[in-house]
């Protein structure tokens, strides 16, 4: 079983839409938790923190459950500068950064 | 302010080759990770250094080795290569290591 696990996707919704990605993780002592964007052939860029409270940033809203160790992120009014790969990224609390395969997200006009 | 740099940006290289990566940092960070990156797959954590020491490792085999230099900068190095280890080399500085990671552009790795 992957440490952590994403929908590999395409997820391909019209500009405007709603979206949702999901992501579980398997070692509940993970300490902190991060969505990072990917764009074809670049480096990942950090996107945001996720919090277990909720935490919010513009569009973007990221989530987590730590009783049920899954982490979601919604994207409102999705825009066509937000496709890409989204990974999820889970720390255990030394530095070492594990992440999921990416959900890929693919906004069409 | 400089983000993270990573040198060269393409590689090919063939099957026994030795390969060396560089990292700089970016300004104000003193500990550099990386990655491999493999097609269509996340990264995965090769090797953590701090105060030029190995801090932590992943599971790669001893092919991969790595140094810190004293002003923070940083080379991977795979011996041996196999046709395997072609993938996106990304290598990320963060201050002490724990808090948040911001990732260079990577070094594209082709073994022949």
């Known amino acids: 079983r992957k440490e952590v696990e994403q929908d590999p996707g395409p997820f391909n919704v019209p500009e405007g839409a709603t979206v949702a990605f999901n992501c579980t993780y398997s070692?509940?002592?993970?300490?902190?938790f991060f969505w990072y964007r990917q764009d074809c052939r670049k480096e990942p860029k950090l996107l945001m923190s996720?919090?277990?409270s909720g935490n919010e940033d513009g569009r973007f809203t990221a989530q987590l459950n730590r009783a049920s160790q899954y982490i979601s992120l919604l994207i409102r009014d999705s825009k066509l500068s937000d496709s890409a790969t989204y990974l999820c990224?889970?720390?255990?609390?030394?530095?070492?950064?594990?992440f999921g395969g990416g959900t890929r997200l693919m906004v069409k006009p | 302010d400089a983000g993270v740099t990573q040198s060269p940006t393409h590689l090919i290289k063939t099957r026994g080759q030795q390969v060396t990566l560089r990292c700089s940092p970016k300004?104000?960070?003193?500990?550099v990770s990386w990655y491999q990156q493999a097609l269509g797959q996340g990264p995965q954590f090769i090797f953590q250094?701090?105060?030029?020491?190995?801090?932590q490792r992943g599971n790669f085999p001893d092919r991969f080795s790595g140094h810190q230099f004293p002003n923070y900068s940083s080379e991977l190095n795979v011996n041996a290569l196999l046709l395997g280890d072609s993938a996106l080399y990304l290598c990320?500085?963060?201050?002490?290591?724990?808090?948040?990671?911001?990732f260079g552009p990577g070094t594209r790795l082709l073994v022949l």
């Open positions: 990320a500085s963060s201050l002490g290591g724990k808090e948040t990671q911001y």
């Open positions: 070692n509940s002592a993970s300490q902190s």
């Open positions: 996720v919090y277990s």
């Open positions: 990224v889970v720390n255990m609390g030394t530095g070492m950064l594990t």
């Open positions: 300004s104000g960070h003193d500990t």
């Open positions: 250094y701090y105060e030029e020491e190995e801090r």
